[in-house]
């Protein structure tokens, strides 16, 4: 069964973004709690809702007698999790298990009475609901079998973990972003490619070879991106999964209360502010990975952010709310990138901005982002730096404004490295791959290019 469609409308002022994302995650509920499937799948682009569904699905076959168990793919996600279903009903039972290590879980959920937090899951049983990671319930064994179980980030979840906990329940609801970050391997995994049982693939491409039949929904509104992003993203990323901004352009502003001083920084500040997107282009250059004038370029940007005393407004906040450190985020491709950045960064007296890869960066939300870009200053355009998930990540993380820097020379680059990934039979391509993808991106940044002095 393919995914259902959604027709956007042909004139889109009759666009109604919350009737539609209410009109899918009701279709979404009925396949959930009534539909005759043992599986139900569910795309979300960025910002879509998608805990907010998995927290109201886990909420309704709670209160329909239906225990369940909850899956999702890191300590965080969890704990998060677990804190939604507590500020929606703080009368549910909640078990949160938990692995043996120190410090395993938020302490904030200490302060929940109706939660409770056991490494064995023995001490949760008759809970209404419980939640951890997919590798703590890889180690259950010998329990009675869950009626239900959602499974949180479904695609960064690999087919193998899906397998180990696959027992455990009777019926679940996946639900993930199709257009972020692959699953995480260790080991070469090219001698299973085509396969149908590939360990490496997302759970639910193994899902839907094998169960092709099942329901497939997605989320139609990306409550995050503002109008300026959601066409950029949506076509780059998702061209046959469109999606749409809840917002218009006039909904959301950002503005500052110190004037331009003329400099690189503070004019792709003011170009991000007025169109949503900035790039701040250095000269082309073949550089070091931790490339110190690129680094020092983002530095100076997210420090002229905070001194030029940025306020947004916006559809929760009709009046100004400061642009502050927590709602800043930098995004790079490698750890070393990001710890000399942040070194960058304390060098100019800066704190509390969230500095890290894509990887880390997924499914968290900003203001305000400043993306070293993968590509700039390198020699070569390697499969890592094109990866799609990757690029897609660091470009829908804001609300308001995203900043990219990077090194001239970018698009030549990509026409000089054209994919050479060998094509595996039976394995789906993924379209559009990163060097599409990257094209798309670039052509749109090249509108809002600021040189670097």
């Known amino acids: 069964m393919n995914p259902v469609p959604f027709p956007f409308p042909a004139n889109p002022a009759s666009f109604d973004p919350g ?23 569910v795309d979300s682009p960025p910002g879509a809702g998608k ?21 999702a793919q890191t300590n965080a996600q969890v704990d998060d999790l677990v804190l939604r279903l507590a500020e929606k009903n703080s009368d549910l039972p909640v078990g949160r298990l938990h692995s043996s290590d120190p410090d395993p879980y938020d302490k904030a959920l200490d302060a929940l009475p109706n939660v409770r937090k056991s490494a064995k899951v023995g001490d949760l049983s008759g809970l209404d609901v419980v939640v951890s990671t997919a590798a703590k319930w890889g180690h259950v064994k010998d329990v009675e079998p869950w009626r239900h179980a959602i499974v949180d980030e479904a695609y960064q979840m690999r087919s193998d973990a899906l397998l180990a906990v696959a027992g455990l329940f009777e019926r679940a609801l996946f639900v993930g972003d199709p257009g972020q970050l692959d699953p995480f391997a260790i080991a070469e995994a090219e001698q299973w490619a085509g396969l149908a049982y590939d360990p490496s693939a997302s759970a639910v491409t193994t899902l839907l070879a094998h169960n092709p039949g099942l329901p497939q929904h997605r989320l139609p509104v990306s409550w995050r991106l ?21 917002t218009e352009h006039a909904d959301r502003a950002l503005d500052f209360a110190v004037p331009s001083d003329g400099s690189g920084p503070d004019r792709v500040i003011d170009e991000a502010a007025l169109s949503g997107w900035g790039l701040l282009e250095l000269p082309a250059r073949h550089t070091p990975r931790t490339d110190p004038e690129a680094v020092r370029a983002v530095a100076l940007v997210v420090r002229r952010l905070l001194d030029r005393g940025g306020a947004a407004t916006s559809e929760r906040a009709p009046e100004p ?37 894509a990887n880390r960066l997924q499914g968290r939300e ?14 070569d ?26 090194r001239a020379g970018v698009d030549t680059l990509l026409d000089d490295h054209p994919s050479t990934e060998p094509v595996q039979l039976g394995v789906t391509v993924k379209f559009p791959d990163g060097w599409e993808a990257n094209h798309a991106i670039l052509s ?6 600021i040189p670097w002095p």
């Open 19 to 41: 009737a539609e994302a209410t009109r899918a995650t009701d279709a979404i509920l009925r396949d959930t709690l009534d539909g005759a499937h043992r599986g139900v799948v």
């Open 51 to 71: 805990s907010t569904l998995v927290v109201r699905a886990a909420l309704e076959l709670a209160a329909a007698g239906r225990p369940l168990m909850v899956v």
């Open 226 to 246: 503002p109008a300026s992003a959601a066409p950029l993203v949506s076509d780059a990323f998702y061209p046959f999964t469109p999606f749409r901004s809840g």
């Open 321 to 357: 709310v400061p642009l502050t450190a927590d709602r800043i985020a930098v995004g790079t491709a490698h750890r070393d990138q990001a710890a000399a950045v942040r070194g960058a960064l304390a060098a100019l007296g800066v704190v509390d901005v969230t500095v890290d890869t």
């Open 366 to 379: 900003f203001d305000v982002t400043v993306v070293l870009h993968p590509l700039s200053g390198r020699p």
């Open 381 to 406: 355009a390697t499969a890592f730096h094109l990866e799609t998930g990757r690029l897609c990540v660091l470009a829908s993380r804001h609300r308001h404004a995203c900043i990219v820097v990077c």
């Open 444 to 449: 749109r940044l090249a509108h809002h290019r």
